[in-house]
């Protein structure tokens, strides 16, 4: 009988947490179309016109500097991030075509690489929302962004999560791991290993403990050491962020490596990329341009969304799995 109710309960929450995934996906699209105007359309963007600042890729948690115009490296990065965006909602185990022609048959989030992404950071969101609340409660201050022009602003932003993931998650992760594990002795590719580790080496190794193995003593320790080094980035002496910052971006910095490894980099990107632009791109459009409403919208739907995957992850790993044993 609890069996039977946990399970209807399940049931009600994939409801919800579906619907309320669509509803992100299509608040997203909304964000993709903001951006650009913000940048090319509004007074804030005719500021930056022509300018030219100096950005960083990182490569194993160093800072490369370069000059690009703003504008220009913007527009750049929002197709990679909008190609992105499309490739992962069309692969995965269950590609959004598919449910849609299946008149919105169950999701099930962690099936499609898009819907992965949005559940992870909703999650995310959630556990760095507890963190930053304690941290509060106890005098750890977290620190903010400078005041600055909004469309510069959206223009740093929108670069971190290409420089960032490919500097703490592809080269520390993905170049370490591959080293260690000597991939090219199970003749594997290079890119596609270093675009997604997991699924790639799932391919050519069978055995289930073979797989725990390797997860156990290189994916997880170099997750870690990836996601510290993460966090201490956003407190280097040029940084703008408190020593609470540290906290809050290492565990962002563990569940990005998590995506990265079990998923794919695209999904790594577009989790970081929903952190910075899409969680941004609408508050700086209805601060300073047109108040719609749709910041607190945003807000409530990732907050609920997060609540309810993590209730489901309790309820099907703690209630229902004691009840099968």
Same mark, same amino acid.
């Given at each position: 009988?609890?069996?039977?109710?946990?399970?209807?309960?399940?049931?009600?929450?994939?409801?919800?947490?579906?619907?309320?995934?669509?509803?992100?996906?299509?608040?997203?699209?909304?964000?993709?179309?903001?951006?650009?105007?913000?940048?090319?359309?509004?007074?804030?963007?005719?500021?930056?016109?022509?300018?030219?600042?100096?950005?960083?890729?990182?490569?194993?948690?160093?800072?490369?500097?370069?000059?690009?115009?703003?504008?220009?490296?913007?527009?750049?990065?929002?197709?990679?991030?909008?190609?992105?965006?499309?490739?992962?909602?069309?692969?995965?185990?269950?590609?959004?075509?598919?449910?849609?022609?299946?008149?919105?048959?169950?999701?099930?989030?962690?099936?499609?690489?898009?819907?992965?992404?949005?559940?992870?950071?909703?999650?995310?969101?959630?556990?760095?929302?507890?963190?930053?609340?304690?941290?509060?409660?106890?005098?750890?201050?977290?620190?903010?962004?400078?005041?600055?022009?909004?469309? +510069?602003? $959206?223009?740093? @932003?929108?670069?971190?999560?290409?420089?960032?993931? /490919?500097?703490?998650? &592809?080269? =520390? !992760?993905?170049?370490?791991?591959?080293?260690?594990?000597?991939?090219?002795?199970?003749?594997?590719?290079?890119?596609?290993?270093?675009?997604?580790?997991?699924?790639?080496?799932?391919?050519?190794?069978?055995?289930?403990?073979?797989?725990?193995?390797?997860?156990?003593?290189?994916?997880?320790?170099?997750?870690?050491?990836?996601?510290?080094?993460?966090?201490?980035?956003?407190?280097?002496?040029?940084?703008?962020?408190?020593?609470?910052?540290?906290?809050?971006?290492?565990?962002?910095?563990?569940?990005?490596?998590?995506?990265?490894?079990?998923?794919?980099?695209?999904?790594?990107?577009?989790?970081?990329?929903?952190?910075?632009?899409?969680?941004?791109?609408?508050?700086?459009?209805? +601060?300073? $341009?047109?108040? @719609?409403?749709?910041?607190?919208?945003?807000?409530? /739907?990732?907050?609920? &969304?997060? =609540? !309810?995957?993590?209730?489901?992850?309790?309820?099907?790993?703690?209630?229902?799995?004691?009840?099968?044993?």
């Amino acid at each position: 009988m609890k069996n039977d109710r946990g399970n209807k309960i399940l049931n009600i929450l994939n409801l919800i947490a579906d619907t309320l995934i669509l509803l992100t996906i299509v608040t997203m699209i909304v964000s993709f179309v903001i951006g650009p105007y913000i940048v090319f359309n509004s007074s804030f963007g005719n500021e930056i016109s022509g300018k030219v600042s100096e950005f960083y890729i990182f490569f194993i948690g160093l800072a490369l500097p370069f000059k690009a115009q703003m504008r220009t490296l913007f527009i750049l990065e929002w197709i990679i991030y909008l190609s992105t965006f499309t490739l992962l909602a069309v692969s995965g185990k269950k590609p959004l075509q598919i449910i849609f022609k299946n008149k919105f048959s169950s999701i099930e989030p962690l099936s499609n690489n898009l819907t992965a992404s949005i559940s992870i950071f909703s999650i995310t969101v959630i556990i760095v929302l507890v963190i930053d609340w304690f941290q509060y409660n106890i005098g750890i201050e977290t620190g903010n962004l400078p005041p600055m022009n909004p469309a +510069e602003l $959206l223009c740093i @932003i929108s670069h971190a999560p290409l420089s960032e993931e /490919i500097g703490f998650r &592809l080269s =520390i !992760i993905g170049l370490f791991s591959l080293f260690l594990l000597k991939v090219w002795r199970k003749g594997i590719s290079f890119i596609e290993y270093l675009v997604a580790p997991i699924p790639t080496l799932e391919k050519k190794i069978e055995d289930v403990e073979e797989k725990r193995r390797i997860v156990r003593t290189i994916f997880l320790p170099l997750i870690f050491t990836s996601g510290i080094i993460f966090g201490l980035a956003h407190i280097m002496p040029s940084s703008v962020w408190n020593v609470g910052k540290v906290t809050e971006a290492t565990f962002a910095g563990i569940m990005l490596g998590v995506a990265y490894v079990y998923y794919n980099l695209g999904v790594a990107i577009l989790i970081h990329w929903t952190f910075n632009y899409y969680s941004n791109t609408i508050y700086i459009f209805e +601060e300073n $341009l047109y108040n @719609i409403g749709l910041s607190t919208v945003v807000d409530v /739907i990732i907050i609920i &969304l997060g =609540i !309810i995957l993590i209730t489901k992850i309790l309820i099907k790993y703690l209630f229902l799995k004691k009840e099968t044993e």
